[in-house]
T-cell receptor, first 115, second 109 residues
């Protein structure tokens, strides 16, 4: 399976600032996904990062709050903007294992704490 | 109704016990199914896919009942290292995975 490197692994940020999370994959992938896991909750899909076009956002998530870049087939960034304590979560990037119904493989996650 | 529902547990079992987790899903068009394992403060990792005919991987057996929209995971001969949260995951199409909230397992000596 693909090797996914995500950084930073953790950060503590002040409210009102922004954090950009990077995700690097060791092979070219068509689709990359960004998930959020709030404390005690399961994973929720934020958006699908598409190479060469705008990201596709899930209900409840908007581009102004979670801008995403996908400059090539091996890299993506997620920015969490105008941070508030409610944004304290783990953010995970993921890529498909291969095939239309394949499972996803995850990066090691970014643990964000907003003070 | 949640798209994927699991009993959150925790399930407290002694080493060597057999334990089973259940999961139900609401979207009858769901295409593929998985169990993931998530250790505390770690990313989820794929444990096994779930096939209609049922499948086994060592001490782990997964089963799918499409008619009842029900998935199960059976762990035999539990080990201390099996302590984790087990996530039921459903692919509703186009790689959109919906995660259950997870079932926490604690295996004690």
């Amino acid at each position: 399976s693909a090797v996914i490197s995500q950084k930073p692994s953790r950060d503590i940020c002040q409210r009102g600032t922004s954090l950009t999370i990077q995700c690097q994959v060791d092979s070219q992938v068509t689709m990359m996904f960004w998930y959020r896991q709030q404390p005690g909750q399961s994973l929720t899909l934020i958006a699908t990062a598409n190479q060469g076009s705008e990201a596709t956002y899930e209900s409840g998530f908007v581009i102004d709050k979670f801008p995403i870049s996908r400059p090539n087939l091996t890299f993506s960034t997620l920015t969490v903007s105008n941070l508030s304590p409610e944004d304290s979560s783990i953010y995970l990037c993921s890529v498909p294992g291969g095939g239309g119904n394949s499972p996803l493989h995850f990066g090691n996650g970014t643990r964000l704490t907003v003070t | 109704r949640k798209e994927v529902e699991q009993d959150p547990g925790p399930f407290n079992v002694p080493e060597g016990a057999t334990v089973a987790f259940n999961c139900t899903y609401s979207n009858s068009a769901s295409q593929s199914f998985f169990w993931y394992r998530q250790d505390c403060r770690k990313e989820p990792k794929l444990l096994m896919s779930v096939y209609s005919s049922g499948n086994e991987d060592g001490r782990f057996t997964a089963q799918l009942n499409r008619a009842s929209q029900y998935i199960s995971l059976l762990i035999r001969d539990s080990k201390l290292s099996d302590s984790a949260t087990y996530l039921c995951v459903v692919n509703t199409g186009f790689q959109k995975l919906v995660f259950g909230t997870g079932t926490r397992l604690l295996v004690s000596p």
